[in-house]
């Protein structure tokens, strides 16, 4: 057996752009009618003025003049309610996107899980290389979740989604490496303090949420929707909100499609999800609506049940055909499941209704990066940096991408660029591709120091850590070598490299009990690494001949 | 693995049947000249029982213990054609016929060397110690020229003391002379006739070294010969009358080859024990202890070693007569001891079909049971007993071609090179000396570059390792909590060879966000390799729980750089419940 440098292999960090805002807004049912104010005065109506700030998107000018005119008429509801929209809409955010499970949620979950799914059929038991389709972990990195990196990162991409298998990890899960992407301690919980945060700024309630009757609330149609979704939104009290819809849903003698799927939302938000989807389900008999498609995958996706889910956005794509969210919505489902190429052909739809989708290009970008066509990644990457993108990420990516494609003049420009943009956890991975690059070329020396640098700035960087390890062992510090392999896989329980790696130095240097434990590790990790089965049957062999 | 249907139909089993016996103490014979087959089991615990279908039709007692084989034979053409049971045990024949007993045979007694004897003659006249020594040497050295000596002498020579060898040899002195030949191995050849019924004659193998065909009562020996070692197994071809040859497999690991009743030179070494042997039509197929499985052609040349994945407990030959040619086939059942039983095609070593059986074997026999021409019996080690029956239409042909796996023709998937990649090389081509030249001067920066930020991190002593001051320190800091406690985990480890004295800790953060709880910690000393695990509470003040970094930065009194220091970027904080 030759020791190899088995280095891990080089990660692009993935790209980090939210899409907050990049759906345009379904839930606008209200036509505020501008009230033009005939008087000819110097001085311009301040309503008429408050809506143009409205529709120009100045909502804390709006906030503010409408504050003003509550001020002097406090029963003026033509004011009070353009407030409450203003208010809604500063801090509306695309709850469809970013919806995550909290830590509580997953340990509370009490919705029982078949234990050993088919694979392919749940998250906690995604495709692994063993299966056609499956990625080897060996060509593509593992993020800290133990999930193969995706090209595009999101909240709850690169984790495990629901599962008791998830509750293993939940050190790791409260371990973010990027500031404030920890997972949320409970996902009402942070929209909780988002919105305890957004009405300290505004000084004082605008709605008593508590003081409010629902039934009356609900008899003012127009009103009651733009107190909901305060309420939703702003508040995030979503047993309130849940109150009001339910009186006005049974006002409207349950055929309205928003109150229900506001009824859904709440519901989802509180975890009743058996509830909210049966909410969604008779909302979309009223109306069928893209947001209610997507709701009822999420509650499936929620459920483990990514078949569903992908169900349930096909019946979507037969009423909205061209809709990019729903084909999004089955491509990441698929990536998901460990299944990129079949993502792959989704992705490329997308780019067929919608040539500047960031998303699409940055998965499409990564796919051919990690099946080895470093030229055609290239590409995709170039076509980011058209669309406008410019991160530290994305250069260094396309930098890793000319040096694999043998375009040496503009590799290490690249990556000088994205070290000059880059804070301190995007440098480490940039520094960590920079070492990648001094093993390229077979400058140790400089790949030593930039590993170096790359844990320095990130002390949790596992990868670099493996990589130091085996520069050190080729420089014979053995004891250091052995160190760092140990930190890297203490780090990172997803990495079978370190677990490979020490187990060979252990066997070498005939701790073979260790080295036994260390490869068991490894193959638990990565249950096909040949290297690692070979160490384990000579280890075998080696005990039962003593 | 060949995935084919299973050649094999269950036919029945019996899991209780209590018997404990191993191949050669199992036959298939036509007891009652009826055309319908019987199974006639030796059990090891003295018992002999015939099954007729799935009934016991028989189940005599033995009268002796411990049966070593069993064989049928035929005395004489006389209708109704009952065969003769033969059990050996020890050193004696047991002949059973129409299921009673009928006759004993003993083997002959050894007879001494002559030099053996002489030494034993002399031996018990003598008196005196000295001379008594003398006569053991003597024994000795007739052991170590080559000649066989008997049980007795071989103990004597094991005794050390002079005293109790003198004792030993006055006790044993009077049954000396001859002495007991132990029969290991049994089978049978045809006396004139290449028929399943003619008449035929046991031929036996013993711990001697001797092979003895008897003659077709089975009453007096009628050819004695000597091999070169023990044969455990031992297989015939031909007809004694007209020419025989007799494969005999020895304990050393060899198979020597006997033709009309004389050693030849032909000898096939296998390179260990052998645990069965076979003879085909034109091959021999030994197999051995060390897993393997050996196939010679009858010639001499070698036809092929395989390796199996568990040790072999037997192995039986199976032949097809059948009308259609492409049917036809000698297969091979080796029975291994993890309980698989395997099925080769003998021609071209190929795997046809593997059985999983639920116990480990302990014996088969295959032949013809009732009137089913294909069954195969099966002993299991838990003492039961199952039949299974070969397929008529069963594919006993290769089911995969020979060569390499199909695996190897598979290629791989490795991508094509896009038009792209053509496209860049070309401009590679074109620019080559540019793009090199632009190369060496960014990596010239690069390099640069590194080496500066190098030098700062090794100056600023940031974590995990620093080497300021010429200590050589690691840090690992961590964060746990969700808010507004947090808990920061601090590991220090001095990985130098000396001790570092008077180590603070000390947190800087912004205090309008933290808090500290409690005071900075103080290490006396840092003891070389100890892994120092420090624990630091820190409060999150902020009301909307803003997060920050949080420095952590260690040092001691002999420099205004720190040692080490390390940033915790911290999470965001859970509010808390009390403010709300």
């Known amino acids: 057996m030759s020791l190899r440098t088995q280095a891990c292999s080089e990660r692009p960090c993935s790209r980090q752009c939210r899409s907050v805002g990049a759906r345009a807004c379904t839930c606008d049912q209200f036509k505020l009618t501008t009230l033009y104010n005939l008087n000819i005065n110097k001085e311009m109506d301040p309503f008429f003025l408050a809506v143009s700030r409205f529709n120009r998107q100045r909502y804390d000018d709006c906030i503010t003049i409408c504050t003003q005119m509550l001020e002097k008429n406090p029963y003026d509801q033509a004011a009070w309610l353009l407030k409450c929209r203003a208010l809604t809409k500063k801090s509306w955010i695309d709850d469809l996107e970013i919806d995550e499970e909290g830590v509580a949620d997953i340990l509370m979950d009490e919705n029982a899980i078949n234990n050993a799914p088919r694979p392919g059929t749940s998250f906690s038991r995604p495709l692994t290389s063993a299966q056609p389709g499956g990625i080897s972990q060996v060509m593509r990195p593992m993020s800290n979740a133990g999930r193969p990196i995706t090209g595009y990162q999101r909240p709850g991409t690169n984790r495990p989604v629901t599962s008791s298998t998830s509750r293993a990890n939940l050190s790791t899960a409260l371990q973010g490496q990027r500031p404030g992407t920890t997972r949320p301690v409970t996902s009402g919980g942070r929209m909780l303090r988002l919105g305890t945060a957004s009405m300290q700024q505004q000084g004082g309630q605008f709605i008593m949420a508590d003081k409010l009757n629902a039934k009356n609330v609900a008899k003012k149609k127009h009103i009651a929707k733009a107190v909901v979704d305060y309420l939703i939104y702003v508040e995030s009290n979503f047993r309130r909100a849940l109150d009001i819809a339910s009186e006005a849903t049974l006002l409207q003698g349950y055929n309205d499609w928003w109150w229900k799927a506001r009824i859904g939302k709440c519901q989802f938000k509180m975890g009743l999800i058996k509830d909210a989807e049966k909410q969604f389900l008779s909302s979309l008999k009223n109306q069928d609506m893209v947001s209610l498609h997507l709701e009822l995958a999420k509650v499936a996706v929620r459920q483990d049940q990514p078949q569903k889910a992908i169900e349930v956005f096909n019946t979507g794509l037969k009423t909205h055909a061209f809709e990019t969210h729903l084909i999004t919505g089955i491509a990441r489902v698929h990536d998901m499941l460990n299944d990129p190429a079949k993502a792959i052909t989704f992705y490329k739809k997308i780019l067929v209704f919608d040539n500047s989708n960031i998303e699409s290009i940055a998965q499409l970008a990564s796919y051919h990066f990690y099946t080895d066509q470093p030229e055609v990644a290239l590409r995709f990457y170039r076509r980011l940096v058209q669309c406008g993108v410019n991160s530290p990420e994305l250069w260094n990516n396309m930098g890793l991408c000319c040096f694999y494609a043998s375009q040496y003049d503009m590799a290490l420009g690249c990556f000088d660029r994205a070290l000059t943009m880059a804070d301190d956890i995007a440098a480490a991975d940039v520094w960590y591709n920079v070492g990648h690059v001094g093993i390229g070329i077979g400058d140790l020396g400089l790949a030593y120091q930039a590993f170096k640098i790359a844990v320095s700035h990130n002390p949790n960087h596992a990868e670099s850590f493996n990589n130091l390890g085996v520069l050190e062992l080729r420089r014979g510090n053995i004891e250091q070598a052995k160190n760092n392999y140990i930190q890297s896989s203490k780090i990172a329980n997803y990495l079978f490299e370190p677990c490979f790696n020490a187990a060979l130095l252990m066997l070498k240097k005939g701790e073979f009990q260790e080295s036994y434990s260390m490869a068991n590790q490894a193959v638990q990790i990565y249950p096909d690494h040949a290297d690692s089965k070979e160490l384990l049957k000579n280890l075998n062999q080696h005990f039962s001949v003593m | ?580």
């Open chain 2, 1 to 580: 693995m060949p995935k084919a249907k299973s050649p094999w139909i269950h036919a029945w089993s019996d899991n209780v049947a209590g018997i404990d016996t191993f191949s050669q103490l199992m036959t298939l014979a036509d007891i009652k000249d009826d055309g319908d087959y019987k199974l006639v089991v030796a059990d090891q615990k003295g018992k002999l029982k015939i099954y007729m279908g799935t009934n016991v039709i028989s189940n005599e007692k033995l009268g002796f213990e411990k049966p070593t084989a069993l064989e049928v034979f035929y005395e004489s053409t006389k209708k109704p054609q009952l065969p003769i049971i033969a059990i050996a045990s020890g050193s004696s024949l047991f002949y059973y016929q129409n299921f009673q007993p009928i006759s004993k045979f003993e083997l002959p007694y050894i007879q001494f060397s002559p030099e053996e004897k002489e030494v034993w003659n002399q031996i018990t006249k003598v008196t005196e110690e000295q001379e008594f020594v003398s006569l053991c040497d003597r024994l000795f050295a007739i052991r170590e020229s080559g000649i066989a000596i008997s049980t007795i002498s071989s103990e004597l020579l094991s005794l050390e003391n002079a005293l109790e060898q003198m004792e030993y040899a006055r006790q044993n002195y009077t049954m000396l002379i001859q002495h007991q030949n132990f029969i290991t191995c049994m089978t049978r050849i045809n006396k004139s006739l290449d028929e399943e019924k003619a008449v035929s004659m046991l031929v036996i193998g013993t711990e001697q070294r001797n092979i003895f065909i008897m003659d077709q009562s089975g009453m007096s020996v009628k050819k004695q010969i000597t091999l070169k070692s023990v044969p455990t197994f031992i297989q015939c071809i031909g007809q004694f009358d007209v020419e025989y040859r007799i494969y005999a497999a020895c304990r050393d690991g060899k198979v020597y080859v006997t033709r009309q009743g004389e050693v030849t030179d032909q000898i096939f070494s296998i390179d260990s024990k052998p645990v069965g042997l076979l003879l085909f039509e034109k091959q021999i197929v030994v197999a051995s202890m060390n897993n393997t499985l050996h196939s010679f052609f009858l010639k001499g040349k070698k036809n092929f070693t395989m390796n199996l994945p568990a040790g072999v407990v037997d192995i039986q030959k199976l032949e097809v007569k059948r009308t259609q040619q492409s049917t036809n086939g000698q297969c091979l059942i080796v029975a291994l001891n993890n309980g698989e039983l395997r099925l080769y095609n003998s021609k071209d070593k190929n795997l046809i079909h593997i059985l999983k059986n639920e116990d480990l074997i302990s014996g088969m026999s295959y032949g013809t049971f009732g009137r089913e021409e294909g069954s195969l019996i099966i002993n299991n080690k838990s003492g039961g007993i199952s039949v299974k029956m070969l397929q008529r239409q069963a594919n006993l042909s290769s089911t995969h071609k020979p060569g390499p796996p199909a695996e190897q023709d598979i290629p791989l998937n490795v991508p094509k090179k896009t038009k792209l990649f053509v496209e860049l090389t070309q401009r590679e081509r074109e620019n080559a000396q540019w793009m090199h030249k632009q190369f060496q001067k960014d990596l010239i920066k690069l390099r640069l570059k590194t080496a500066k930020q190098y030098i700062q991190m090794l100056s600023d002593g940031l974590a995990p390792m620093s080497y300021a001051q010429g200590s050589q320190i690691r840090l690992s800091a961590s964060c746990e909590g969700i808010g507004p406690s947090f808990k920061i985990k601090l590991q220090l480890q001095n990985l130098s060879k000396t001790p570092i004295m008077g180590v603070h800790v000390n947190l800087s953060f912004n205090d309008q966000i933290y808090k500290l709880k409690g005071k900075s910690p103080f290490m006396p000393m840092l003891v070389p390799n100890l892994n120092y695990k420090i624990d630091i509470d820190i409060e999150n003040i902020d009301p909307s729980g803003a997060s920050d970094v949080v420095k952590v930065l260690v040092f001691n009194k002999e420099s205004t750089v720190p040692l080490i220091t390390a940033n915790i970027s911290m999470p965001l904080s859970e509010l808390n419940m009390e403010q709300m």
